[in-house]
């Protein structure tokens, strides 16, 4: 049997210490990271796809209005990785300006502490698509999924059926007069959300262990949708991250089975000696130590 598969979470000295130190990962809420597209990339993925096929414009109303409860009413807590240990943009961006370090951790360590977990959504450890034909395709499925759900037979009075190519959409139809009924693409669309992502961060190689946060009973103040918290607020924590409060989970790591390899990034001046001894004491003495291979100043 190959080695195992490592992905590589960048992050600050203290981040690092803290990780070990406490045998727990925080699962931070996405939409509060660097990446202001944050779940909006799939708003844009939907609208793109309904041009190109033409679709009646009470038809991408009502699919941008799902989108857009589910917008307001999902988010996720996530736990950002990479399969590449050594890239300078990761450097710059999550360790510190090059000061921190990458922590390798096994696959399916990550997987079997997910499935351990104990709050109400399920922890998942998947793969970012950045490529846009799969992202196109995904799209469609869901497309073709909010058809099954949110529209009935009847008269449609816009442009015909057919336009809507590619979503096996042979019967004539037309949409509710409300989105009242969000239940279904909630649940289809809260994966995607934070699964699809910019073609221009492909270089990120990133994965994610992550929760779908649900939030608790909403309202409307001048017609916009108002959620009055997350529903499983028992199990957050809150830290302060800049100007912002960030609500995350805690994911515990047990004995750090999960801990193969340390890699410090190329403005790390800690000695190897130090990084040795504190994994000693942290009872993973095993694990591999190595340095950036980038030259940065």
Same mark, same amino acid.
């Given at each position: 049997m190959?080695a195992?598969?490592?992905?590589?979470? /960048?992050c600050?000295?203290?981040?690092?210490?803290k990780?070990?130190?406490?045998?727990?990962?925080?699962?931070?809420?996405?939409?509060?990271?660097?990446?202001?597209?944050?779940g909006?990339?799939?708003r844009?993925?939907?609208?793109?796809?309904?041009?190109?096929?033409?679709?009646?414009?009470?038809?991408?109303?009502?699919?941008?209005?799902?989108?857009?409860?589910?917008?307001?009413l999902?988010? =996720? =807590?996530?736990?950002?990785?990479?399969?590449? =240990?050594?890239?300078?943009?990761q450097?710059?961006? /999550?360790?510190?300006?090059?000061?921190g370090?990458?922590?390798?951790?096994?696959?399916?360590?990550?997987?079997?502490?997910?499935e351990?977990?104990?709050?109400?959504?399920?922890?998942?450890?998947?793969?970012?698509?950045?490529n846009?034909?799969?992202?196109?395709?995904?799209?469609?499925?869901y497309m073709?999924?909010?058809?099954?759900?949110?529209?009935?037979?009847?008269?449609?009075?816009?442009?015909?059926?057919?336009?809507?190519?590619?979503?096996n959409?042979?019967?004539?139809?037309?949409?509710?007069?409300?989105?009242?009924?969000?239940?279904?693409?909630?649940?289809?669309?809260?994966?995607?959300?934070?699964?699809?992502?910019?073609?221009?961060?492909?270089?990120?190689?990133?994965?994610r262990?992550?929760?779908?946060?649900?939030?608790?009973?909403?309202?409307?103040?001048?017609?916009?949708?108002?959620?009055?918290?997350?529903a499983?607020?028992?199990?957050m924590?809150?830290?302060?991250?800049g100007?912002?409060?960030?609500?995350?989970?805690n994911l515990?790591?047990?004995?750090l089975?999960?801990?193969k390899?340390?890699?410090?990034?190329?403005?790390?001046?800690?000695?190897?000696?130090?990084?040795?001894?504190?994994?000693?004491?942290?009872?993973?003495?095993?694990? =591999?130590?190595?340095?950036?291979?980038a030259? /940065?100043?």
């Amino acid at each position: 049997m190959g080695a195992s598969m490592l992905l590589y979470h /960048y992050c600050s000295n203290d981040t690092f210490l803290k990780i070990l130190v406490n045998r727990e990962l925080w699962l931070s809420e996405l939409t509060l990271s660097n990446d202001s597209m944050e779940g909006e990339w799939v708003r844009k993925l939907l609208l793109d796809e309904c041009h190109i096929l033409e679709l009646p414009e009470f038809i991408i109303d009502s699919l941008l209005c799902g989108v857009e409860q589910v917008l307001a009413l999902t988010s =996720a =807590a996530g736990f950002c990785l990479s399969e590449n =240990a050594d890239v300078l943009s990761q450097w710059r961006g /999550y360790a510190d300006n090059g000061a921190g370090v990458a922590i390798g951790f096994d696959r399916e360590y990550l997987v079997a502490c997910g499935e351990a977990v104990k709050i109400k959504s399920k922890v998942n450890l998947s793969k970012i698509e950045y490529n846009v034909d799969v992202q196109r395709s995904t799209i469609l499925s869901y497309m073709n999924m909010f058809k099954y759900y949110f529209v009935s037979e009847g008269e449609l009075s816009a442009k015909p059926v057919e336009k809507w190519s590619g979503i096996n959409c042979n019967e004539q139809i037309k949409l509710h007069d409300e989105c009242s009924n969000f239940f279904f693409p909630m649940r289809l669309l809260s994966d995607y959300l934070f699964t699809l992502k910019n073609p221009a961060f492909a270089e990120e190689s990133e994965w994610r262990l992550y929760a779908t946060l649900f939030k608790s009973a909403s309202f409307k103040i001048d017609g916009t949708l108002v959620s009055e918290g997350y529903a499983d607020s028992s199990a957050m924590n809150f830290r302060s991250c800049g100007e912002r409060i960030v609500p995350y989970l805690n994911l515990p790591l047990g004995q750090l089975g999960s801990v193969k390899e340390v890699v410090l990034g190329p403005r790390n001046q800690t000695p190897d000696v130090v990084v040795r001894t504190f994994l000693i004491r942290m009872g993973v003495p095993h694990v =591999a130590i190595r340095r950036s291979a980038a030259t /940065y100043r």
